[in-house]
Every structure is written in C-alpha cells, then in structure tokens.
C-alpha cells in the first residue's frame, strides 16, 4: 500500500524490484532488495548546500565512485578503493543503490557475482535476495533504459563507527535517456569486512522531503 501525505509524497517497502504506476506517482521498485520509497513531486524549499571550494574533498562521498558505466566490475572495482572512512561507506553506499537501480537490469552473472561481493556475512533485509529478486523481476512495458543520477544526490549519515556507517543515500532517477521528477533513496548499513566496506542491511530512515531539503550533496554524480 503507498501512503500519500498531503504533500503528495509516497513511500513504501518492496520486497521485489518492479516499476509500478500508483495513481499519479511512479514507484520504481528497487528489484533485488533495496528498501527504497519515491516521489513524484519533489516540495519546494530547495536543494541542501552544495560543498564549497574551501571544503576537505576527501571527507565527502562520491557519488560517482563506481565510474559512469555502471557496471559490475565498476561497483566491485570501488568497493576495493573505497576509503575505510564515512565518506568512503557513504560513496560506496550511493554506488550499489545506482547500480541496483540501473535498466535493464544486470544479467544473472553479473548480479550472482556482485551479491556475492557486496554482501556482508548474514546480510538481512530485502537486498539479501539481491540476486534472487533480479532474476524474477519482470520487464518494464516502454521503458528502454534506466538510471540513478547522483549528480545533484543527497545523503545523511544515520549513525557511524570505525566500521559501521549507516546511511541514507539518495538520487534523481533517467528514464530513457531523460530526467525525470522522480527521486530513488534508501538507508544502508555498511561494515568494514574482509578489508572493504559491504552491505549488512537496508531499509527506510527518512522521507523523500527530510533527505533532499537537509542532507549534505555528494563531491560528484553521474
């Protein structure tokens, strides 16, 4: 069931990636398992604070970490690199929720191999069937390609540690090659294991308004 507030805003779990039309609001279903909750009107109010050119670039996330391809040996390539620091699991955080948003979707190898990669050692959530839930989802009538842009993204650190970072990560979604009003976002729980930050868990911390109004901007996006 969506919820609508009187803002016309949207929100909702999905135990399977889909694209379904509610109404006036367009959900689009992370397949695979992230938690993730959409919005067809974005409110007024305006963006967060762009970084400026004074502030420390390393200590804030990529959103392009994982290269404009988008691929699986992008994602796993910035999984290896990405810094054992907040920004690091944020970044890394903004790379698996684009990837997972991509159409059409990874192929049953490429998924097969980035679960096995990304995810932690009793992964919960919806996004521990990642690979289960991509290979059932279905196709998307019209839609000829799919995208996460993070180029104007916003994230929120819920709770950190040396080796846990917990973030609320989101972007603008591109359909056919153009933007959309569409917003895509999640919460992930990021562990360092094996030397490289993975997926323990997803889920919903916040809406739509409270992240895109309050959260901080990524260096970049693509």
Not at 30 to 46: R, S, T
Not at 70 to 89: F, T, V
Not at 99 to 121: E, G, M
Request: hydrophobic share 40%; net charge neutral; with cysteine.
């Amino acid at each position: 069931m969506v919820r609508r507030s009187s803002t016309a805003t949207a929100r909702r779990r999905f135990p399977r990636w889909a694209w379904l039309v509610v109404g006036a609001v367009l959900v689009v279903a992370l397949v695979g398992g992230v938690a993730a909750w959409y919005q067809g009107n974005p409110q007024a109010g305006g963006p967060a604070p762009a970084p400026s050119a004074t502030d420390d670039v390393t200590a804030i996330p990529n959103g392009c970490l994982a290269g404009t391809s988008n691929d699986a040996d992008g994602l796993l390539k910035a999984q290896k690199e990405a810094p054992h620091s907040e920004a690091g699991a944020a970044g890394f955080a903004a790379a698996v929720l684009r990837w997972a948003a991509q159409y059409p979707r990874p192929s049953v190898s490429d998924s097969t191999s980035v679960s096995a990669a990304i995810l932690a050692k009793g992964a919960t959530g919806t996004i521990a069937n990642l690979a289960a839930n991509l290979a059932t989802a279905k196709p998307l009538p019209g839609v000829n390609s799919g995208s996460l842009n993070f180029a104007d993204g916003r994230y929120v650190v819920e709770e950190s540690t040396p080796d846990m970072v917990r973030v609320t990560v989101g972007g603008s979604e591109v359909r056919n090659g153009k933007s959309t009003d569409q917003q895509i976002a999640s919460t992930l729980t990021i562990v360092w294991e094996d030397d490289m930050w993975k997926v323990r868990s997803d889920g919903t911390e916040r809406t739509l308004d409270e992240l895109f109004s309050s959260g901080s901007a990524f260096s970049g996006g693509c």
